[in-house]
Each structure stands twice: as structure tokens, then as C-alpha cells.
């Protein structure tokens, strides 16, 4: 694996809509520029400090 700290991903809209009200904090991205399904899914641009932890990352995909 490489190492970075920005990737995008397609979230389920229920997980989307459960992160958001638990406070995460992300860029929705317009799905006209994916090649996700915009009825199921909301694009998503996840960027991290460095100092993230396996336990933040844990709590975060939890939610989603």
C-alpha cells in the first residue's frame, strides 16, 4: 500500500447521512464527475492529518 492522506470514496447515502449527523467531517463531491451511482451513493473526499489513528479511522467506518 502507499501512503496518503486524501482519497475519495463512495459512500452508502445511509452511512453518508450517519456520519454527517455524528459530526464527521468531509467534502461531498458532485457524482456527475464519478463514476459512482449517485441514487445509492454519495462521492466523498476524505483528507487526514498524518497523525490519524487506526482508532479514528475504525470509529469513522463504524458510521458509514
Keep these: ?3 496518503a ?3 475519495f470514496a463512495g459512500l452508502p447515502l445511509e452511512g453518508h ?3 454527517q ?4 467531517m468531509y467534502y461531498p463531491w ?3 464527475y ?3 451511482d449517485s441514487v445509492e451513493h454519495q462521492t466523498a473526499r476524505l483528507v ?3 497523525s490519524t489513528t487506526e482508532e479514528d479511522i475504525a ?5 458509514i
Excluded: C, E, I, Q
Design 30 to 32: 458532485d457524482t456527475a
Design 5 to 7: 492522506n486524501m482519497m
Design 48 to 50: 487526514t492529518s498524518w
Design 21 to 24: 449527523a455524528a459530526g464527521a
Design 59 to 63: 470509529t469513522f467506518l463504524d458510521l
Design 1 to 3: 500500500p502507499r501512503a
Design 34 to 36: 464519478t463514476s459512482v
Design 17 to 19: 447521512a450517519k456520519a
